[in-house]
Structure formats: C-alpha cells, structure tokens
C-alpha cells in the first residue's frame, strides 16, 4: 500500500492503462501502469494488486492479460515492472504470466537500494516481459 494520492492520481491521468476489478461493487483487484513518455511500446506497470479474499485464483494474471487486449495499449510489445527479490508471488506471477504467453521475462537491477532514505528499502530489479506478437 502506498499513498491513497498515488492511486487516485494515477487511476485520473492513466485511467486508459489502469485496471479496476470490481466484483459487485468490492474492487477485487487493480493495475495501475502508464506508457513511458519517450516509449508507446513499453507499458510501465507500477503495481498489480488483488484482495487477499481473491487471490490464486488467476486475476492477477487475468488483468495483465485484459491490459494487453485494449485499445490504448495496441503498440505495447514490452511490459517493463519492478519487482523486489522478497517479493516471491510477484516474481512468480510475472515469470507465469509470461512462460503462458510463450515470452521472455529478463531479470536486472533497476533501482538500487541506495537510491532509498533511510536503507529500509530492497533493490527493485527490472522484470521485462515480451516482445510481445504484433
Ligand atoms: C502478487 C499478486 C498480485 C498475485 O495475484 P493473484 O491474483 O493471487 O495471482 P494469480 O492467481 O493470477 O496467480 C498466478 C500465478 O502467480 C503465482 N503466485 C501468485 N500468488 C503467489 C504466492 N502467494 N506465492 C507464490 N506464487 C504465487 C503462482 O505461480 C500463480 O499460479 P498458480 O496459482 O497456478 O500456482 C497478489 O498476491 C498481491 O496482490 N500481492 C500483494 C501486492 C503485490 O505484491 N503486487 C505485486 C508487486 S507490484
């Protein structure tokens, strides 16, 4: 969980490449990403995020599939994530997600540890999945 500001504001200017699940009315689960201004064929994906009440039961994977299928996202061959090494659901969601679509999913350092205040934060290693089929 980050800032509730983060959220909102992500969901108001990113809402073509956000992602809400909504399970009558309960958000069951939520993506937000956006294109990175320099590169339409990368879709940055900040955080995938489902209900512990929801989860294993595919919507993770269900929701970084629908994202490929829009419209806003019909140049995105890359998905570029940052995933931290404790995070083991993450690294094994991603690693299916892409194995399921047949693509690669290369692993390197992103964001180092030092560039954190305080030296509470892991490093954020870069999970690059596809390219995925025109
Ligand atoms: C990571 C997360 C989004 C997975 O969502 P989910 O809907 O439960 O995932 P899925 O059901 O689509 O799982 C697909 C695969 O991911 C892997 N996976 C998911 N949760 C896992 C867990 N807790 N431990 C290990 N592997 C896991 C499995 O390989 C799973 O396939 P399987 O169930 O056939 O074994 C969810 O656990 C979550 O919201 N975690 C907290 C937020 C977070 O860390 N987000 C990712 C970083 S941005």
């Not at 504001?9 to 958000?27: N, P, R």
């Not at 090494?85 to 679509?101: E, H, T």
């Amino acid at each position: 969980m980050n800032s509730p500001y983060n959220y909102i504001m992500l969901s108001k200017y990113f809402s073509d490449t956000c992602v809400v699940a909504d399970a009558g009315g309960k958000i069951a689960g939520y993506i937000s990403a956006f294109h990175p201004p320099a590169n339409p064929e990368v879709l940055f994906i900040w955080q995938v995020a489902v209900d512990e009440a929801y989860r294993r039961r595919k919507l993770g994977i269900a929701m970084l599939k629908h994202l490929l299928e829009r419209e806003s996202c019909r140049q995105v061959r890359f998905y570029e994530i940052t995933v931290t090494p404790s995070n083991k659901a993450a690294d094994s969601l991603y690693r299916k997600f892409a194995k399921g679509l047949g693509v690669p999913c290369e692993i390197s350092e992103c964001f180092s540890a030092r560039l954190f205040p305080g030296r509470q934060h892991e490093d954020e290693m870069l999970y690059r999945i596809g390219p995925f089929p025109k």
